[in-house]
């Protein structure tokens, strides 16, 4: 029976696109790289940032870093807040919280500015554990991630549910045995998320909070 859920957080409680999209143009106007049409680089959204310079872009370590740098010269006091709630976030944490679940964040964001957005929605009281990367990379690693949410959670595999809207999110869960859930309303295709192995995939926030309850127990019981 379900006991915990791990959260991703851009593309899964938030829509942070146009934030992380103008920053990423920002970031490769930089490296010389000119992409005036922001809604082409969706796919930054959710995998660590140094990975996809590198695979996208074909740029090596040190220019990654960089442009990793840069990234944040623009997200941090800017695109952090271009960034809005998915309907029902808030209700559905709430109903899954008097539900009994323990809810924590497992997300390759940068622990500090995941903080401010779970502030800044005010959501940060619904999440016993948050976990992110650390500035300098470490723990980006979505595996890494989940790994550390587990430990500070002391969460068994077999009662815990991994939530993304990518195949990274996917992947975490699957290195621990986790319940898989994607949800198609983010920037990961459901075609993606159940290539990736998601057990469940959600189309809408209401969808997702009903098969969190089902796998707990009961949609009107206490899990």
């Known amino acids: ?45 959710g995998p660590p940032l140094n990975v996809t310079f590198t695979e996208k872009y074909g740029m090596d370590e ?10 944040r010269e623009y997200y941090i006091p800017t695109g952090i807040f271009e960034n809005e709630l998915y309907e029902g976030v808030p209700e559905m944490l709430r109903d899954l919280k008097e539900a009994g679940l323990h809810l924590a964040i497992a997300s390759s964001k940068v622990q500090s500015q995941v903080m401010r957005v779970l502030k800044h929605f005010d959501i940060d009281s619904y999440f016993e554990v948050v976990v992110g990367s650390e500035p300098d990379g470490r723990r980006s690693d979505k595996r890494e991630v989940v790994e550390e949410a587990l430990r500070q959670l002391m969460a068994n595999a077999d009662e815990t549910a991994m939530v993304g809207d990518r195949k990274f999110d996917m992947a975490g869960a699957k290195a621990y045995d986790l319940m898989a859930v994607g949800v198609s309303y983010g920037y990961g295709s459901y075609v993606e998320l159940r290539a990736a192995g998601a057990d ?11 098969i969190l309850l089902s796998a707990c127990g009961a949609l009107r019981e206490v899990c």
């Open 62 to 71: 040190a220019q990654a870093k960089q442009a990793v740098a840069k990234y």
């Open 1 to 45: 029976m379900l006991k915990y859920v791990l959260f991703d957080l851009d593309g899964t409680l938030t829509d942070s696109g146009l934030g992380i999209t103008k920053a990423a143009q920002y970031a490769l106007e930089d490296q010389g790289i000119h992409e005036p049409d922001a809604s082409r680089l969706s796919f930054f959204v």
């Open 200 to 210: 469940k995939v959600a189309d809408s926030v209401e969808d997702l909070g009903n």
